[in-house]
């Protein structure tokens, strides 16, 4: 199993980031698909999830509105994009590959997100 996340970098409060997951190794379609991020100081958290086939999203209560998760099997990408970013989402953001049936999965080696004017 193979995640390399991309697309972090510093950006100004307010603009929007695409992040991208490139995954290898494994069939991508039979898994689930997270995000995750840990700031400074803090827990890692969950930002987003979606199911192997894409039909269901869930979202960190605290992040709806401004995250949106999504999943190309063909490609073999899952991307999480973020709007109106704020300072508070500087942190690494991690790309997370688990079987449904499996209590554990796989981490990419994540990317950074600066949010900073």
């Known amino acids: 199993v193979r995640l390399v996340e991309s697309g972090g970098g510093l950006v100004q409060p307010g603009r929007s980031l695409r992040l991208s997951c490139a995954t290898s190794?494994?069939?991508?379609?039979?898994?689930?698909m997270f995000w995750y991020r840990q700031a400074p100081g803090k827990e890692r958290e969950m930002v987003a999830s979606i199911t192997n086939s894409g039909d269901r999203v869930d979202y960190a209560e605290s992040l709806k509105g401004r995250f949106t998760i999504s999943r190309d099997n063909a490609k073999k990408t899952v991307y999480l994009e973020i709007n109106s970013l704020q300072p508070e989402d500087t942190a690494m953001y991690y790309c997370?590959?688990?079987?449904?049936?499996?209590?554990?999965?796989?981490w990419g080696q994540g990317t950074q997100v600066t949010v900073s004017s």
């Open positions: 997370y590959a688990r079987e449904p049936t499996r209590a554990f999965g796989d």
């Open positions: 190794g494994f069939a991508v379609s039979r898994y689930d």
